[in-house]
């Protein structure tokens, strides 16, 4: 490996190779030191080139480059790319039948490849880091490497488990790329990735041409405003994002009325979602509706509108989907719907996916090192429901607590599992809290998510065209004019200011209404109308107590609120906020019915048949029969009997990766079992 590539070379790769006549902020001092094989961390927005960081380099050092991506449709976007260039690239993931992904095996080991895209799922394949390692790879390139982090919006178990797969391909420097990376995931990837001394390349997160809006709307009048919105077709094409795929199938129904559109979720098999995917990109397709939860990782670069149908768990995931608008600079919108009942849903999923420490504990003081339990005995003495207690082992298992075979027998692992669970459950209640907060404050859109990210010094600098910037021109979010007695309040506000100092908004409510004049949440909204009219300053902050963060806002006069004269006309405008009705709080419900634990005695042989299979399955990959299928998922095969690849996926917790490895092998267990059953009942 060279100690140092010439810039000229570099530079002259940059503009035969890639067109582009110099580089963007960052992209050259990362290429400059992966070449000399120095790792790397870089995190920069969606579309401002972070791919080209590892793809440079990997060209000027010549071998193949290793790229690890968990987003199979990102991973054909950019091979397809690739070879519109002329490089050698292939890809190897589920969605490729068997045969295809042995040919791109085989081109690596030759050495006829420049780039080996692959999922991290691929590594837990005994055999595969081995076979790749025969041949070392020029570099490693890791992208989504947020997903390593438990501090990471989308924490993943099988990427957090790379770092054992690493060392086998040194010394090729390692590459580590994100959009989305606060200050302590970037720190945590870092030391997962046991980087060495990388360069750390943290920029670029003010998009200039994306006018964000944040409305309250109620979850029923959504759909019209989503069709309402996108009447206008310079607002198409457009991204909608969903909670989930019911919602998507829905929603695409009815826009499919009024323009071209379609879902795209994790639930439709690959081909359905390969074609999609291909007529959106060719514009055969202007709407595609989305579930959250499924990253479509499509760069399309003349996406007009993203819009949230549903507050997103966390800031992260929000400001890398509002990312996939405008990559082309023409100016695009970002619209946030959301209200309290987001927040149920959210409560919902938190409660059902970290169980409470002392019900994880209750499993872990059950267990012991000298001697192990099978998971059904566990189950059976901890009397939990079978739902909590598989969550709660998985976390256990995660954490380090308990220590699994694939035959599900379990013994006590480390006891600072604690620690680390309960840090990590923490840390998604604080992200939610923190979308909350942004959703409801009133300060420039894309300089708060600037400063969320760490750039200070660019945070300071409004955008100029989000819903407080330039409310005028929002076109989801609606306002009307100050009352006289809000307009009253307002110069009472100013009064109580007088003297520089910032006051807490609660205080200034209690001293300024302190016979119900205004109501707590109108007197917000106020203080945030003043805001946007440049009279004071509203700043989000937070004080601990008993162990919680408590948000709060202060606020302070700015220059044009001091100067203002007593009885001056104010011309604020205040949002029109839904009416919001009172009543007793209803946790949130799946619409998918749950399945009893039972399974009939008839069909048990076939609920054993496919414990088998999954055993046999867990044995070879060395993980825990859990990691293949959990129990609820075999009780429903067990049920329902899918005959087919598409009756499959209709399974709830049946994917398309899932079905892509097991699917045959599932519909032959089930197929064998109805051939026995006929034969014994002619």
Known sequence: MPSSLPAEALTRILSETFGFAEFRAGQDAVCSAVCTGRDALVVMPTGSGKSLCYQLPAIALGGTALVISPLIALMEDQVAKLRERGLHAERIHSGRPREASRAAAMDYRDGKLQFLFLAP???SVPGVT???ARRKPCLVAIDEAHCISQWGHDFRPDYRMLSQ???????????????????????????QLALENPLRSIQGFRRKNIAIEVVEIPPAARRD???EILRSADRRPAIIYVPTRNDAEELAVDLNRHFRADAYHAGLNADHRQRVQREFLSGEREVIVATIAFGMGIDKPDVRTVIHTALPGSTEAYYQEIGRAGRDGLPSRAILMHSYADRHRHDFFFDRDYPEPDVVAEIFNALRRDRAISKEQLQKQSRLDPAIFDTALEKLWIHGGAIIDPEENVQRGTAEWRDSYIGQSRQRAVQLEQMLRYAAADQCRMSALVRYFGDHTDAQTHCGNCDFCAPQTCVAQQFRAASIREEKTAHRVLKALQGGLARSSGKLHAELCPHGELDRDPF???LGAMARAGLIFLRE????KDGKQIPYRTAQLTREGEILEPDEPLALELREKPERHAGKKRAYAPRAETKPNEIDAADQPLFDALRAWRLAEAKAKNLPAFRIASDALLRSLTEDRPLSEDDLLM??????????HYGNAILKVIASYETARVSENP
């Open 524 to 526: 917000e909204e106020l």
């Open 651 to 660: 399974i709830r917790g049946a994917g398309p990766g899932f079905v892509k």
């Open 121 to 123: 799922e691929r590594f």
């Open 541 to 544: 902050a937070v004080f601990e």
């Open 130 to 132: 081995a076979f790749l």
């Open 225 to 227: 405003s989503v069709l």
């Open 165 to 191: 797969h690493l060392p086998a391909f040194r010394p090729a420097p390692v590459i580590a790329l994100t959009a989305t990376a606060t200050r302590v995931v970037q720190s945590d990837i870092v030391q």
